[in-house]
């Protein structure tokens, strides 16, 4: 029954199954367990990293490509919940007309990168994806009146959801179902056939798949489930802005989350999510705490100054990508292998 | 390679800048956002040369490529702020005893900072395309906090030396001093870079190497060397270029490196990566047409550049001048 949930692709390691089973009961149960507002946000967050992160993972994981415009698609899912939520009544069906009309708009645009940019090398994909991403930050900071500009757009939500627990579980569940749908297609052939284009493209297509074809897909599908992960984290917030969707360093922190979790794993965007969030929310406390211990020593109180976390976290980026380039969870699965 | 030159993109160029005359139909006006668009376009060509360069002779991409262009701003902000006197005189001379060694310290910084990231960074990674992406914007996420840690998280006022403020008038039109040096600057390197390039036996061994690598590694030639070279002097360029980017906006923040990385993409995407002529005509026509549509419609400027890169690539998507690779 759980191997048929997970689509026969299990932790494969003991440890790596202990760690994922206490995530997923802290967060089945977080707000029984962790009373208080701002652990429910960590968990409610580190359930839409996952998703964002998984969906990364799909592209970068498990097809070989670059994307820097990530983020832009779980924009979409954000303005497209919040922009239906403020004009029209606040309801269940302004939010699936939202999330719906911003699953189109996704889908088309990444259908329109990857026909314009996959058919060549991973690079131009990365480059193009950059500049199309940076030219929509742009834009939805511009467009003011529709999109709010850099103030963003607080909206209702429906009755339903002002009960926190309510929106959270809406959150943990849709997240925990699109993650399994995630899973399944990985390792479905068509997931295959993906793992196939990232050791060898010309050899897949020798072999007679149209790599194109497949990386479009991977690319529309990565693109509609960084959508719907949007506009949860928009019905969680209640807010979406470019700071919380669009920014370039929400792109920099999925990239962290992949390579640090594990890429081509999916789980590791379990554990790279988690991690990251938590450190996001509370290595800064235990930074500040030793940045005024140190203080006198020369250096040390600014590397260790709260705002430098990401710092840390760049080195053990860079790291993993040299000596564990499948990250936590690779290291994990070949200690249980050997 | 064609073996007849392609006049069409200058041509376009010299179109572009024709159409914005008719556009905008006052004589200074138009003066001026041109002198703009030049002094931008030859600015950002100066800081994207060296990665097109690069992406040619050795299938590299530096996505870190933005931190020099701000290590060269802070480092000319640091040095401009230590020769403050100089900077504040009224002659030009004293002026240019700031200005010069902000901008060669600025360039030798950068290349020192090439040098360690080629060593450490891209090494271990050549060939292999998507660690190349992910191992730089690493690079870059480590440097940008490391710049924070040195210089302090606030915006740092970047001044122009004194004789170098306001505009010369010439009749009605206006045109920044600062532009006429940038515009100067930048032709006199895109000449030196010619020269070099067409001229002497490296710049043959360069040119080669980006066409056949292996053909110029089979008569004997280093290329890994060239490369390294290559790659140390398109980063001190990359800082030179970012400090008198900084000093054209008159501050510098960390972001300004990450912000141009994108211009820069769309500028080495129009020109076809790894040529250089291509550099030139392309980061010329994002000069100007990002000038001229910010004066006829603020509100497009910001798509214009990428509305160009699309346009472009539909016409010829290997960009302007495409590297015909074996």
Not at chain 2, 139 to 148: F, W, Y
Not at chain 2, 195 to 201: A, G, Q, S, V, Y
Request: proline share 4%; glycine share 10%.
């Amino acid at each position: 029954m759980i191997s048929r949930l997970l689509s026969g692709d299990g932790p494969r390691s003991r440890i790596l199954a202990a760690m994922l089973v206490a995530i997923f009961v802290a967060l089945a149960l977080a707000p029984f367990l962790f009373p208080g507002m701002r652990p429910l946000d960590v968990a409610a967050r580190i359930c839409v990293f996952v998703l964002l992160v998984a969906s990364y993972d799909l592209l970068l994981g498990y097809t070989g490509i670059v994307s820097f415009a990530h983020t832009m698609f779980f924009g979409i899912g954000g303005y497209g919940v919040a922009i239906a939520l403020s004009k029209l009544e606040a309801g269940w069906g302004a939010i699936a007309l939202g999330a719906s009309a911003a699953v189109a708009v996704s889908l088309v645009l990444s259908f329109l990168i990857g026909l314009f940019s996959l058919r060549v090398k991973a690079i131009f994909f990365a480059m193009i994806t950059l500049a199309v991403a940076s030219f929509f930050a742009i834009l939805a900071s511009q467009l003011s009146n529709f999109t709010g500009g850099e103030d963003g757009i607080t909206f209702k939500v429906p009755e339903l959801l002002r009960s926190r627990i309510a929106a959270y579980y809406l959150v943990f569940g849709t997240a925990l179902g699109l993650f399994l749908a995630l899973l399944r297609a990985v390792n479905s052939p068509f997931g295959r056939v993906l793992l196939a284009i990232r050791e060898n493209d010309f050899r897949t297509e020798a072999l007679g798949y149209r790599t194109v074809i497949y990386r479009t897909i991977a690319n529309c599908l990565a693109a509609v489930v960084a959508t719907l992960a949007g506009a949860l984290y928009a019905l969680w917030l209640r807010y979406t802005g470019p700071n919380t969707t669009l920014d370039f360093g929400i792109m920099i922190d999925i990239l962290l989350m992949v390579v640090i979790g594990g890429m081509g794993t999916m789980y590791g965007a379990v554990i790279g999510a988690t991690i990251f969030v938590i450190a996001q929310n509370y290595l800064q406390d235990a930074m500040k705490a030793f940045s005024e211990a140190m203080k006198g020593v020369p250096l040390l109180p600014e590397l260790f100054h709260p705002d430098r976390w990401l710092l840390w976290l760049g080195v053990l980026f860079v790291l993993s990508v040299y000596y564990f380039p499948f990250g936590i969870v690779g290291q994990l699965r070949s200690k249980a292998r050997s | 390679m064609t073996p007849r030159a392609d006049w069409i993109p200058p041509a376009l160029l010299f179109a572009i800048a024709l159409a914005g005359f008719a556009l905008i139909r006052s004589p200074s006006t138009w003066v001026t956002l041109t002198v703009a668009g030049l002094a931008m376009g030859l600015l950002i060509f100066i800081m994207s040369s060296g990665l097109t360069l690069v992406f040619g002779l050795m299938d590299v991409m530096n996505f870190a490529h933005g931190l020099f262009i701000a290590v060269g701003a802070y480092v000319a902000a640091s040095v401009m702020k230590f020769l403050s006197p100089s900077v504040d005189s009224e002659s030009f001379l004293v002026n240019l005893g700031a200005l010069a060694p902000a901008m060669l310290a600025a360039a030798a910084v950068a290349g020192l900072l090439g040098l360690f990231f080629e060593r450490v960074i891209i090494r271990p990674v050549y060939g292999q395309h998507l660690k190349q992406i992910l191992i730089t914007t690493g690079g870059m996420i480590v440097a940008e906090q490391l710049i924070h840690v040195l210089w302090g998280p606030d915006l740092l006022p970047l001044p122009r030396p004194l004789t170098l403020r306001g505009s010369f008038l010439v009749g009605d039109m206006a045109i920044e001093k600062f532009r006429l040096v940038a515009v100067v600057l930048g032709l006199a390197i895109f000449a030196v870079m010619l020269i070099l390039l067409n001229r002497t036996k490296i710049g043959l061994l360069i040119r080669a190497g980006v066409e056949n690598k292996e053909m110029v590694e089979a008569m004997g030639y280093r290329v890994r060397r060239l490369f390294v070279a290559v790659f140390v002097a398109g980063s001190a360029l990359a800082g030179l270029g970012g400090a008198l980017w900084g000093m054209y906006q008159e501050s510098v923040t960390v972001a300004i490196g990450a912000n141009m990385m994108v211009l820069i993409f769309i500028v080495i995407i129009i020109g076809g990566l790894g040529s250089v002529g291509g550099c030139f005509i392309g980061a010329l026509l994002v000069g100007l047409i990002a000038n001229y549509v910010g004066y006829l419609s603020p509100k497009i400027a910001l798509g214009s550049n990428i509305l160009l890169m699309v346009i472009v690539l539909l016409w010829r998507p290997q960009g302007l001048y495409p590297m015909n690779k074996p």
